[in-house]
């Protein structure tokens, strides 16, 4: 670590570094694994509005007049106070003013600053919305219509309920009495561009669906969600076959979806009818049903089967149509769909026969899917990057004008838990909001900072001070690399290889080890992880041999994809530089110092002798997974991070 490093730490109060076999108390908090998740449960409760006894039905539908008073009482709809324009909190009142649980926890999260006090003290406050740039996205109608954008907030929701009226969504009756009414709410969203620009004022009227009952208003919930790696995968086959890579989304795209249930919900905020006794009775699905992206998914892969799209063994979330005219991929997240082919009039028919299904936008090229930027370069080469979402980070943070570092974490650093005795404590929401938005980073274009995510994470029950420091220094590394992203492309043979590696006993607290395995596809990462292992290694080859099972267990998945893909499949190569652990799988070897090792790990000698994957030896200096293992420093990390495909 040069002395610049030395001198920034000192004044984050940020790194542990401690001798080879520190110990440390037991680790508060779970390891989070580097790799995306989708969690779709939710509470659930038995309350509801009971409907009066049924009258006059079938009203007919029209577009009711909004009523102009704010609404009172309690609920998700009763005003609160205005987050658009407070000042930043004295010190002594921050801790006061964070905890304050009548702001909508988005807008807690998205409003917060900390400044460093004379005596080292770090305090948190409220940051006025005017000086970032942003503008707050209200949590209730009265919020929207009584605040400084009203009027953008006034039409969008006229659209909303315009187009749901169109659909045959729901229709406005009197329901049979003692039905059970689902309440609703409004959802507002600031809809930007790639440069940040303002495209639209979004507004969605969504059902509670928390208060739904298993087994009466929903039976079956899966809907499949692509995984980032598939769409750098995408990417990358279609950055070295010189593909064009198209946008568009399916407007009210949950709407469409056929509901099985009978269900209820109480009438629009803003939007009822003269005859308080009506409630909308569900003719579709609607947004904040649980069962809402399933009965969608269905709709989708019905009309797609039809246009000759099948879905994907690997992924059910890519679809795929071949025929003597070309190839065509869809890779479909919820609403939004990336598509690429190798005759651009192919796409240009997929997008006029989806079309006709769904109302859908064409957004032309792509250029910014799921928050992230897709950018061509003249020679083919595409990148896939997160500048702007960084450059937010860093003026949420205070950080814009921040000392960049060289490295996510200081080179060798041990971090512990806090202490029983530990005073330096921070707010473990603000500490969780800060590790969400990084490791958002970490999963989808910046595999750079995947260790010091994966060893961040695990404090999140009881960060301290200095966990806090390591985490806004992790912010400072990315002020220095904010134009990074991950570049795939150029002509060539479209080769599949992956690096497995393994500290050994790494995390003090545990004396655990840490797995790192990457794949390489077109030039630059598809897919990574960094994960602290489930049980202590008892020798190094131990904990590389555990790596090793991880990164086949991967393989085999992408081994799948690439079937897809067209290309060559049969052998997955990964790269170890453990003699040892290599020896382990490509031999059945039982030996006193490894037979122990439980057989959940002896998964690589069986596909090695399947010809699935194939285990070679390289050297440590070009282990590039070497990154996701442990803090290096400067000069090794920027070697493997280029090694990835990680650069400008």
Not at 223 to 251: E, N, Y
Not at 261 to 278: A, C, I, R, T
Not at 455 to 470: E, I, W
Not at 585 to 601: A, E, F, L, M
């Amino acid at each position: 670590m040069d002395s610049d490093d030395d001198e920034e730490e000192a004044d984050d109060g940020a790194g542990m570094v401690l001798p080879s076999g520190g110990g440390g108390g037991a680790l508060d908090g779970s390891n989070m694994d580097i790799e995306m998740a989708e969690n779709n449960s939710g509470p659930s409760t038995s309350s509801g509005q009971t409907a009066p006894p049924r009258g006059q039905a079938n009203m007919p539908l029209a577009l009711f007049p909004r009523t102009e008073q704010s609404r009172g009482g309690g609920g998700d709809d009763s005003g609160g106070p205005s987050t658009s324009g407070g000042q930043l909190a004295p010190a002594g009142n921050a801790d006061v003013e964070m905890q304050d649980r009548r702001y909508p926890l988005r807008e807690r999260k998205r409003l917060i600053e900390w400044r460093r006090e004379p005596n080292g003290r770090v305090t948190y406050g409220r940051i006025n919305a005017a000086s970032t740039g942003e503008i707050p996205e209200p949590s209730t109608y009265a919020e929207a219509t009584n605040g400084p954008h009203a009027e953008e907030w006034k039409k969008a929701m006229d659209e909303e309920i315009a187009a749901q009226l169109a659909n045959g969504t729901w229709e406005l009756a009197r329901p049979p009495e003692g039905t059970r009414l689902l309440p609703c709410r409004w959802v507002y969203k600031v809809k930007r561009g790639a440069d940040g620009e303002i495209e639209r004022f979004k507004a969605r009227l969504v059902a509670k669906g928390y208060e739904q009952r298993a087994g009466i208003d929903y039976g079956e919930l899966f809907a499949p969600t692509s995984r980032f790696a598939l769409l750098r995968a995408l990417l990358a086959v279609a950055a070295a076959k010189g593909m064009p890579i198209h946008q568009l989304d399916v407007s009210t795209a949950f709407l469409n979806g056929e509901l099985e249930e009978e269900l209820w919900m109480q009438q629009p905020p803003g939007y009822e009818s003269k005859d308080p006794n009506q409630a909308c009775r569900l003719k579709r699905s609607i947004y904040g049903l649980k069962q809402a992206p399933r009965c969608w998914y269905v709709k989708l892969v019905a009309a797609l089967d039809k246009l000759g799209f099948k879905p994907s063994q690997a992924d059910p979330a890519l679809f795929i149509k071949k025929d003597e005219n070309g190839i065509v991929y869809l890779l479909v997240h919820v609403d939004d769909i990336v598509t690429t082919s190798d005759d651009v009039e192919l796409i240009k028919k997929v997008k006029a026969a989806v079309g006709e299904a769904f109302k859908i936008r064409d957004l032309g090229e792509a250029k910014v899917f799921l928050g992230m930027e897709i950018s061509r370069g003249e020679n083919g080469e595409v990148k896939l990057s997160q500048q702007r979402y960084i450059e937010e980070l860093l003026q949420r943070h205070q950080l814009a004008d921040a000392k960049p570092r060289s490295t996510p974490l200081p080179p060798g650093s041990k971090v512990l838990p806090a202490g029983d005795g530990e005073t330096e404590l921070v707010d473990s929401t603000e500490y969780r909001t800060l590790i969400g938005e990084l490791n958002y980073l970490a999963t989808s274009t910046r595999p750079d900072i995947a260790q010091a995510m994966s060893v961040l994470a695990r404090f999140m029950g009881k960060p301290s001070k200095t966990h806090m420091g390591l985490a806004l220094g992790v912010l400072r590394y990315l002020a220095g690399t904010k134009e990074l992203g991950l570049r795939f492309g150029g002509a060539g043979e479209l080769k599949l290889e992956g690096y497995s590696d393994s500290d050994w006993a790494g995390d003090p607290a545990t004396r655990r080890s840490t797995t790192g395995y990457v794949f390489l596809l077109g030039g630059a990462a598809i897919s990574w992880n960094s994960q602290l292992q489930c049980t202590v290694a008892a020798s190094s080859v131990e904990a590389e041999y555990q790596a090793t099972a991880a990164a086949v267990r991967e393989a085999l998945w992408l081994r799948k994809l690439a079937g897809d893909f067209d290309l060559c499949s049969d052998t997955i190569g990964i790269w170890m530089d453990s003699q040892g652990a290599l020896s382990l799988g490509n031999n059945p070897i039982t030996s006193v110092r490894s037979k122990h090792i439980d057989v959940q790990h002896h998964l690589v000698r069986e596909r090695v002798a399947r010809g699935e994957v194939a285990l070679s030896y390289c050297s440590t200096e070009d282990m590039v997974a070497d990154i996701l293992t442990k803090a290096l420093g400067e000069i090794k990390f920027k070697k493997f991070r280029n090694g990835m495909g990680v650069m400008a």
